[in-house]
């Protein structure tokens, strides 16, 4: 079976790849140009024989497929197809599509957070020119829902030169190294409003403190009077 890489739509095969160590060795192997079951099982933190059987579960799926063999040719290597991975909701879509859809959106979000996170942690130890080039931006633009599509078709156009895979046809420069560019572009949801506490709720939080206070100050002393006997 073949993904939809314009836009999966398949629910099988996104709630494959919406597992997290699926996700995990799909990252890998866009890095690394191919790689065994046993190097992808160390990136994911399993055992070779489950690094195997998720290699099969996104081969079957159109996610990655054999790689030409190394050395002797007694380890099978497996790599990407080389192709984006994106999802989105349509209206058409029954509620079997969208909740994979949704689910898998979410499995994005968590593991690209995590990359993230694990840059920001390191920023400090990277060289100088790396910290320069480590950037977190975050930007509010007034858009209509065409200019919103318009935008991230350019900043795809702009990125897709970098892309790893092209990258290696084309030829990778000397210092470059496996970077990554998140892009989220959404309307903003207005958040809930709960206002202001009332001055009756804040006498009364301020009561309720007093109290867990003065028994808290009670327990303290008989608690010292038990201990003075025996």
């Given at each position: 079976m073949t993904a939809d890489f314009d836009?999966?739509?398949?629910?099988?095969?996104?709630?494959?790849?919406?597992?997290?160590?699926?996700?995990?060795?799909?990252?890998?192997?866009?890095?690394?140009?191919?790689?065994?079951?046993?190097?992808?099982?160390e990136i994911a933190g399993i055992t070779p024989s489950a690094a195997s059987y998720h290699l099969r579960m996104l081969a079957k799926y159109g996610f990655v497929e054999d790689a030409p063999p190394r050395g002797d040719g007694r380890e099978r290597l497996w790599r990407t197809v080389g192709k984006p991975l994106s999802v989105g909701l349509l209206p058409e879509d029954q509620p079997e599509v969208r909740d994979a859809k949704?689910?898998?959106?979410?499995?994005?979000?968590?593991e690209a957070n995590q990359e993230a996170d694990?840059?920001?942690?390191?920023?400090?130890?990277?060289?100088?020119?790396?910290?320069?080039?480590t950037v977190f931006d975050r930007t509010r633009v007034k858009v209509t829902a065409e200019e919103l599509t318009g935008l991230y078709k350019a900043i795809r156009e702009l990125i897709e030169p970098y892309a790893v895979r092209r990258r290696e046809k084309t030829g990778v420069p000397d210092g470059a190294r496996a970077a990554e560019v998140q892009v989220n572009l959404f309307p903003v949801i207005t958040r809930p409003v709960p206002g202001l506490p009332t001055e009756d709720h804040g006498l009364a939080q301020r009561g309720a403190e007093a109290e867990q206070a003065e028994r808290e100050a009670k327990g303290a002393k008989g608690g010292s009077g038990e201990g003075s006997q025996g």
């Open positions: 836009g999966l739509s398949d629910p099988k095969a996104m709630r494959a790849l919406a597992h997290p160590a699926r996700l995990q060795i799909l990252n890998r192997l866009g890095v690394e140009e191919s790689a065994t079951a046993t190097e992808v099982a949704v689910a898998l959106m979410a499995a994005f979000r968590r694990r840059a920001l942690a390191s920023v400090e130890t990277e060289p100088e020119e790396w910290r320069d080039a």
